[in-house]
């Protein structure tokens, strides 16, 4: 394959589907990517065949991916396959929206992959909330020994390292901190399913999970639970 | 009491961390860059970190690292 020396290529499509380099030009690109952006980029049967073409990898791509993911969730055959159709016809609805945006800084197949990647992600998501396991608003603080592998045998003492937590959250966390820190720690909500029902995006969850996690530490050092971060001591 | 390492990593934050935007941003680059052997984790340590917190963009790229395996071999 194509290795990394030619990142950095800087390619756009104008209107009328011809390549500008800014500066790099279309020979920069791999002939493969080049020949993906002529054909999707034109027009009549060879535009309709690389289409078709792309419809054919990105369905490929996709069902491979919910088969990798399969075995870690809660949906299974025909179901699971529809996924993957759905994930596809949606990715190439983005990509040839966006083919202009291809900037070859990978292969084209690698840039159309991801879009595929991220629509088996979102749908996966979604199905969460069709037989949820726990209500959003639940704490389920019974899972928590077992989610960070405290053993029931030393309850002892993790029982007043569990309770300090308790205290931190309630003390430093703001309620969007800590709604979502219940969710997806508690509950097990999987972050991209609480986008969702947050009418969120998955940088905004994860901020605000970054920053409970961050001022949770910090409290917990404070009273000695635990060290201070060593990625912040140097 | 095993669990007080994994909550001590969980709750460790990198400050490298460029976050879920960014990391998706680049993802294609990122994952090419690692399938082609190259040094991802030395030009990108943002994404780099990101990857190793978050769940969802770590499944992301492993599914993407994957399909672009699926091409090469």
Redesign the interface.
């Known amino acids: 394959m194509p290795g990394w020396p030619y990142l950095g290529s800087i390619v756009t499509v104008g209107e009328n589907g011809t390549l500008r380099g800014t500066p790099v030009t279309a020979a920069r690109l791999d002939a493969e990517s080049a020949e993906w952006l002529r054909a999707l980029t034109g027009a009549g049967s060879q535009r309709e065949a690389a289409l078709a073409r792309l419809h054919e990898l990105l369905v490929r791509i996709a069902r491979g991916e919910v088969r990798r993911r399969g075995p870690r969730l809660r949906i299974t055959g025909p179901e699971l396959d529809d996924l993957a159709y759905q994930a596809a016809a949606d990715a190439m609805l983005a990509i040839t929206a966006k083919v202009g945006q291809f900037r070859g800084e990978s292969r084209f197949t690698t840039w159309a992959y991801k879009f595929v990647i991220f629509d088996v992600s979102a749908k996966i998501g979604r199905h969460f909330w069709r037989n949820p396991a726990v209500p959003l608003d639940a704490e389920d603080w019974d899972r928590l020994p077992g989610r960070f592998g405290f053993e029931p045998a030393q309850e002892a003492e993790w029982r007043d390292l569990l309770a300090a937590l308790r205290r931190a959250m309630d003390e430093v966390l703001t309620p969007r901190q800590r709604q979502v820190f219940v969710a997806i720690v508690l509950n097990d909500v999987p972050l991209d399913s609480l986008v969702l029902s947050l009418a969120s995006n998955r940088n905004a969850i994860y901020k605000t999970l970054f920053d409970a996690r961050r001022k949770l530490r910090v409290a917990l050092a404070a009273n000695g639970y635990i060290g201070d971060d060593p990625s912040r001591s140097s | 009491?095993?669990?007080?390492p994994?909550?001590?990593r969980?709750?460790?934050?990198?400050?490298r961390?460029v976050?879920?935007?960014k990391a998706?941003e680049?993802?294609?680059?990122y994952?090419?860059?690692v399938?082609?052997?190259?040094p991802a984790e030395q030009r990108y340590p943002g994404i780099a970190a990101h990857l190793r917190?978050?769940?969802?963009?770590g499944?992301?790229f492993?599914?993407?690292l994957?399909?672009?395996h699926?091409?090469?071999h």
């Open positions: 009491m095993n669990g007080r994994e909550l001590d969980f709750l460790a934050t990198d400050p961390d976050g879920c935007a998706m680049l993802l294609h680059v994952a090419e860059l399938a082609a052997g190259g917190a978050c769940g969802p963009c499944e992301d492993d599914g993407l994957a399909a672009v699926g091409d090469t």
